[in-house]
């Protein structure tokens, strides 16, 4: 499992390099210039010009961009161009709240979909199996801020006072509030993964139930609650745990809309700002802390996969892969 860690944290140096440089390159093309932002628009040219030296934004593209890259080694992301706060302050701010939002979605995802996709297989062709397969189709169409603006619209217009439906409270501060204030935008979030991880439940149980093993474990007596929940719901599950790895980078992708729908202070509402302001600083720190939390989420589903399927342990054992 060492083996497996130390190539997965190797194979991510490259790929942050390569984000950051599209990062950064991308944002200084993009139309909109923050010394202009900042001076107004009414400002002459030399107040732009001034504001510009001062943000060292009159250097070549390759110096800014070496001069950023050498202080995010040590840890150092730059100062915000709009508050002048350092921006691994405004992360630390900002930060547990798309993580709280996160995990409750994926709660929330791991909770209903798999025992959704479970009782799919189990029923197969019967109504429950319909009605799951139908309900999973319109959650993977339907865009989660589409379903967030209509969550809104529910609980701020035809039910109000219900569930609140904007801002933020935490959840170690105020569990009952917390959990209210996250539940509808983690909703929203969460709908079109849960239609994704019920369906691929749903079919690889039904290949597993189907395996040779499982009809010997039937014949020999074994109580079918068991076979479905030791062996069948196991084996089924290891692609499942692959798919929820790459769910948790759609989750965090999903924030940027879904906390901007709900007014939610987290990581994705703090992208929007910062891009809309063109703060570099900030809007890259951002996509950098994403990337990061994207890359350890999918080393840790790797080490899982790994723990669930005896041959990943033996393949890194004997030096392959």
């Keep these: 499992m060492l083996r497996l860690a130390t190539s997965r944290l190797g194979q991510a140096v490259p790929v942050l390099f390569l984000m950051s440089v599209l990062s950064f390159l991308l944002l200084h093309a993009a139309p909109g210039d923050p010394a202009r932002l900042q001076a107004g628009l009414n400002s002459s040219p030399q107040a732009v010009a001034a504001i510009r030296r001062r943000l060292e934004l009159d250097r070549p593209l390759a110096v800014q961009f070496g001069r950023w890259l050498t202080q995010a080694l040590r840890g150092d992301l730059g100062t915000s161009y709009t508050s002048g706060e350092p921006v691994t302050h405004l992360l630390a701010q900002r930060a547990p709240v798309t993580i709280q939002l996160t995990l409750v979605a994926l709660i929330i995802i791991v909770g209903v979909g798999i025992p959704v996709g479970v009782l799919a297989a189990l029923h197969r062709g019967g109504l429950a199996d319909h009605t799951v397969g139908a309900v999973s189709l319109a959650g993977i169409a339907i865009p989660n801020f589409i379903i967030g603006l209509l969550l809104v ?138 990337a990061v939390a994207f890359l350890l989420i999918n080393l840790i589903t790797d080490l899982l996969y790994g723990v669930l399927n005896p041959k990943i342990r033996a393949s890194y054992r004997a030096g392959g892969g």
């Design 153 to 290: 619209l529910l609980f701020g217009w035809y039910f109000p006072g219900i569930m609140p439906y904007q801002g933020y409270v935490s959840i170690p501060a105020d569990p009952a509030g917390g959990i209210s204030h996250t539940l509808l935008p983690a909703l929203a979030l969460a709908a079109g993964p849960i239609a994704i991880v019920a369906r691929l439940t749903r079919a690889g149980m039904l290949e597993v139930l189907g395996q040779e093993y499982i009809v010997a474990a039937r014949a020999l007596g074994v109580p079918w609650r068991q076979i479905v929940l030791r062996d069948a719901l196991r084996n089924a599950l290891l692609p499942v745990l692959t798919v929820v790895g790459l769910v948790v980078g759609f989750l965090l992708s999903g924030a940027v809309v879904v906390e901007s729908v709900f007014n939610i202070p987290g990581l994705g509402l703090l992208l929007v700002n910062s891009f809309a302001q063109r703060d570099y600083p900030v809007t890259i720190g951002v996509m950098l802390v994403v």
